[in-house]
Nanobody, 123 residues
Framework: QVQPVESGGGLVQPGGSLTLSCVVSGRTFSSSVMGWFRQAPGKEREFVAFISGTGDITYYPDSVEGRFSIARDNARNTMYLQMNSLKAEDTAVYYC????????????????WGKGTLVTVSS
């Protein structure tokens, strides 16, 4: 299985912005539906963004809609998550993965998880 490599996390003040990157090796990236997920301390991993293989379809849960933006560059096997107007509750380890439909109507990761990248929103 292909394991993604996430980067770009760090410490940011509330209201600030951050851009995460995810590199996925393998020739199937351009045909893969992808997603960003996050796991806050003491909580279950949750879905935060979805993008189709061609990048023309995106979807976000209400918690990040209007603040986060997902994009991909298939020529570079790379996916991005632009995060604006960050809040303390966005603090989490962020992961990328191929996305598949979940039982509750959102999306879940379907490949092996990478190490993630930590985003801390604090003043």
């Amino acid at each position: 299985q292909v394991q993604p490599v996430e980067s770009g996390g760090g410490l940011v003040q509330p209201g600030g912005s951050l851009t995460l990157s995810c590199v996925v090796s393998g020739r199937t990236f351009s045909s893969s539906v992808m997603g960003w997920f996050r796991q806050a301390p003491g909580k279950e991993r949750e879905f935060v963004a979805f993008i189709s293989g061609t990048g023309d379809i995106t979807y976000y849960p209400d918690s990040v809609e209007g603040r986060f933006s997902i994009a991909r560059d298939n020529a570079r096997n790379t996916m991005y998550l632009q995060m604006n107007s960050l809040k303390a509750e966005d603090t989490a380890v962020y992961y990328c993965n191929r996305a598949g439909p979940g039982a509750s109507g959102d999306y879940v990761g379907i490949d092996k998880w990478g190490k993630g990248t930590l985003v801390t929103v604090s003043s």
